[in-house]
Structure formats: C-alpha cells, structure tokens
C-alpha cells in the first residue's frame, strides 16, 4: 500500500494537483456548501444551526457504518458550555462533539479531527468585523473545511477495500471558537481509551491553499520523531510543506497533545476573511483540498504498525500570555515557524497596525526595542506597553526593512 500511493502520489504532484485521486473535490464541495449555507446560520457552538451540522454528520457515520463514540452508545457527546471572554461571562449552553469509529480490529487507534463550529451571527464576541452581531458568519474554511476533511477520510478509510492497520476514531468537535472547549470535554472523556491511539491528526482552515506557490502548513513535528523524515516525503516544488515543531496551538490538537499524544495540525493559511461573514464558499479551492487529503493519507500510510508512535514534548508558544496583555496590534500571526521574525498573516481592519499601514504578509522584526524572533518574543514585547502608548514597529517587507509608527 505505501509503495502504491507513493507511485500514485508523485505522478499526481507532477501534474500540478490537479490529477484524479480517491478524494473527490466536488464531494468537499458538497459537504462544504451546506455546512457553510445560511440555513446553518454559521454554526454557533449549541445553536440550532449546529445542530443541522451535527444531524449532517451523524448521517454520514451512520451511512458508513462507524460505531458511535460519543457517549451512552450514541454518536454525540454533550457538554455545558459558557461564552464570553475566557469562558465566562456569556451565555451558557449545551452543545455536542460527534464521534464515529471504524473498528478495523489493530492494536492501535489514529484519531481524526476538526471543529465544526463557528461564530454564529456574531453574539459572542469572537468576530473580527467592527458591527459583527446579526451578521451570519458562515465559516466556510473555519472550519466547514476541515470538517469536510473529516468526512472526506472517514468515507475513504471505511470503504476502502483494502483494511487498514489501524482503527480510526473520526470526531468533530464544538466550541473550538469558545476555546477548544469540546476537544478539551472529548480528551477528559473519551469515547475509545486513548492509551490505545498513536496520534492525533487535526484540520482546521485547510480549504484555502493558495493556486500560486501553494504551501500547506503543518505544525506538531516536534512531538514524535518520525514525523519530520515522513513529512520530507511529501515536499515537493508543486507543495511546499512548511513545518513547526510546537504540539500547541490555536486548534483542537493541543487537548490531545496535553494527552501525551503525538500530534500533528494541518492549515492552508489565515487570510483576510478570518472569523469575518466573508469567509464563504466561493473562495474555497476545494482541489487543493484534495491535496491536502491525499498528503494525509500518505502520512499515515507511513505510519509503524507495530508500534505506538514515542510522544515528545515540544516547546510552545504560551497560549494564555494574552490574557495579561493591556493593548493589541491588531494582526493574525502566524503560528508556524520558518521565518526570522513574526509573519503576519492578516492585518485586521481600523486597528493599530492597520492605522499604521501593516500588510498582510509583512514580517515583524522589531517593537520598539525589542526584537522580533519569533511568537514567544512578539508575545513578551506586547506586554510591555500601556494604552494610549506609541512604538516604532520594524517589518520586513519583500526584503526592505519598514518603520511603522503604531499607537496601541
């Protein structure tokens, strides 16, 4: 079998993703363009349109016959939630992570993720659009896609002729956008014994790769020491494979990470439309979804089978410095490596670092005194500022050094 998609994959890269694969780009579409529909009314966590996304889901794994794996011989898994900053403060709920399970009888277990929720029309705080409540923010990469990419393994892996040599736990969580909340609940109680499981495989925002120079990045290396020979398999001049060693980030594969469990996050890039009613389905580029499947796939079909992949643990970006922060830049940065400095991958409308006149794509090498290396030293410079304050922000654009004076 690895032998066979090896000669299959890299006939298909050198014809520039576009060749036939077992993924189906019109299938990702479908599954795509309901979840992100306005009937679903962008999937607020416990919502009645999360609840359409979730009956859509079940009826899948039932279609394929996988076994439920949430709770009480059930496919769902409820849990409480409550909004607002950190968890507190905003309304409060029950919403549902959706398990299934393809029994293949191995030793071990890989498990398969997404979230599938997103903002709703707006209510809880979370939207990067200045007038955001009342507007249906229909999430069509965040994350319609990477749940499409869930559904999208879990037909190919359950109906494959050919029997894979591990079991596969396919889940779709909910409150990801409130804080990894559900993936925290599943990690805490799961469906399967996680003893068993030897890795954790996550996508979030993966419908985006770009036509031009398409690169695909995937975080989590550094916690098991196949994975960085294996991902080297699949670098090509078609795909760029951009990787970084942290088991933590922003997306539902630190709460298996936290399990001692290797990980691995794949994610085509933030762009403009991030957590905005824009993120629709026209900008999908659902064959470079497929590539992002069908590299996957091949990961796994690296995979040992007489072993448990070894756990490693990684350094992190702190994921809770921003709550001592007093001012904000006003940017999405990249948390994956391969730069000196902090990417930005998107600049948010009317804050400092838009006023200022940042770009998408600038990469920052200095605040104020401070110099700029990566996440971590981004994350320390921050809290070294008041409000109302002023610094000269040094970014690296297209080679030239530029100086931005931002008042936070």
Same mark, same amino acid.
């Given at each position: 079998?690895?032998?066979?998609?090896?000669?299959?994959?890299?006939?298909?890269?050198?014809?520039?993703?576009?060749?036939?694969?077992?993924?189906?780009?019109?299938?990702?579409? !479908?599954?795509?363009?309901?979840?992100?529909?306005?009937?679903?009314?962008?999937?607020?966590?416990?919502?009645?349109?999360? !609840?359409?996304?979730?009956?859509?889901?079940?009826?899948?794994?039932?279609?394929?016959?996988?076994?439920?794996? /949430? *709770?009480?011989? #059930?496919?769902?898994?409820?849990?409480?939630?409550?909004?607002?900053?950190?968890?507190? &403060?905003?309304?409060?709920?029950?919403?549902?992570?959706?398990?299934?399970?393809?029994?293949?009888?191995?030793?071990?277990?890989?498990?398969?993720?997404?979230?599938?929720?997103?903002?709703?029309?707006?209510?809880?705080?979370?939207?990067?659009?200045?007038?955001? =409540?009342?507007?249906?923010?229909?999430?069509?990469?965040?994350?319609?896609?990477?749940?499409?990419?869930?559904? %999208?393994?879990?037909?190919? $892996?359950?109906?494959?002729? =050919?029997?894979?040599?591990?079991?596969?736990?396919?889940?779709?969580?909910?409150?990801?956008?409130?804080?990894? @909340?559900?993936?925290?609940?599943?990690?805490?109680?799961?469906?399967?014994?996680?003893?068993?499981?030897?890795?954790?495989?996550?996508?979030?925002?993966?419908?985006?790769?770009?036509?031009? *120079?398409?690169?695909? =990045?995937?975080?989590?290396? /550094?916690?098991?020491?196949?994975?960085?020979?294996?991902? =080297?398999?699949?670098?090509?001049?078609?795909?760029?494979?951009?990787?970084?060693?942290?088991?933590?980030?922003?997306?539902?594969?630190?709460? $298996?990470?936290?399990?001692?469990?290797?990980? @691995?996050?794949?994610?085509?890039?933030?762009?403009?439309?991030?957590?905005?009613?824009?993120?629709?389905?026209?900008?999908?580029?659902?064959?470079?979804?497929?590539?992002?499947?069908?590299?996957?796939?091949?990961?796994?079909?690296?995979?040992?089978?007489?072993?448990?992949?070894?756990?490693?643990?990684?350094?992190?970006?702190?994921?809770?410095?921003?709550?001592?922060? !007093?001012?904000?830049?006003?940017?999405?940065?990249?948390?994956?490596?391969?730069?000196?400095? @902090?990417?930005?991958?998107?600049?948010? #409308?009317?804050?400092?670092?838009?006023?200022?006149?940042?770009?998408?794509?600038?990469?920052?090498? !200095?605040?104020?005194?401070? %110099?700029?290396?990566?996440?971590?030293?981004?994350?320390?410079?921050? &809290?070294? $500022?008041?409000?109302?304050?002023?610094?000269?922000?040094?970014?690296?654009?297209?080679?030239?050094?530029?100086? @931005?004076?931002?008042?936070?």
């Amino acid at each position: 079998m690895k032998q066979l998609f090896l000669i299959i994959f890299g006939s298909f890269l050198m014809s520039g993703l576009s060749a036939q694969t077992w993924f189906h780009a019109d299938t990702i579409m !479908k599954h795509i363009n309901y979840l992100a529909s306005e009937e679903l009314q962008g999937r607020g966590t416990g919502t009645e349109g999360e !609840k359409l996304a979730s009956d859509y889901i079940v009826s899948y794994f039932k279609n394929w016959k996988l076994k439920p794996a /949430g *709770e009480n011989n #059930d496919y769902l898994q409820e849990f409480d939630f409550e909004a607002g900053v950190h968890g507190q &403060g905003g309304r409060k709920g029950k919403a549902n992570n959706v398990a299934g399970y393809l029994d293949n009888g191995s030793k071990f277990t890989v498990v398969i993720g997404a979230h599938y929720d997103h903002l709703g029309t707006g209510i809880d705080g979370h939207s990067l659009d200045p007038h955001s =409540e009342g507007k249906v923010h229909n999430g069509a990469d965040d994350n319609a896609s990477g749940t499409a990419g869930v559904l %999208e393994l879990a037909r190919y $892996f359950s109906t494959n002729t =050919e029997k894979e040599p591990f079991n596969f736990l396919f889940v779709c969580f909910s409150g990801e956008e409130l804080g990894l @909340l559900g993936s925290a609940y599943y990690s805490e109680h799961p469906g399967i014994d996680l003893k068993n499981v030897t890795c954790m495989i996550n996508m979030d925002m993966v419908g985006r790769l770009k036509q031009d *120079e398409p690169v695909l =990045e995937v975080s989590g290396i /550094g916690t098991a020491p196949e994975w960085k020979s294996i991902l =080297e398999k699949f670098q090509s001049k078609a795909l760029k494979i951009q990787m970084d060693s942290a088991g933590v980030g922003p997306s539902d594969h630190t709460s $298996f990470y936290n399990k001692d469990i290797p990980v @691995l996050h794949f994610f085509t890039g933030t762009h403009s439309d991030y957590h905005k009613p824009s993120d629709d389905v026209d900008k999908i580029n659902a064959e470079g979804e497929e590539a992002v499947l069908m590299i996957i796939s091949g990961i796994i079909a690296q995979l040992p089978v007489d072993r448990k992949l070894e756990f490693l643990k990684t350094r992190n970006p702190s994921m809770n410095s921003s709550k001592s922060f !007093k001012v904000t830049l006003g940017i999405m940065p990249s948390y994956t490596g391969g730069t000196d400095g @902090l990417k930005v991958e998107a600049v948010i #409308d009317d804050k400092p670092a838009f006023k200022a006149g940042m770009k998408d794509g600038d990469i920052i090498t !200095k605040i104020g005194d401070n %110099e700029i290396h990566d996440i971590q030293d981004y994350m320390k410079a921050l &809290g070294k $500022f008041e409000k109302g304050q002023s610094a000269i922000v040094t970014v690296n654009r297209n080679g030239n050094l530029v100086e @931005l004076k931002v008042t936070f």
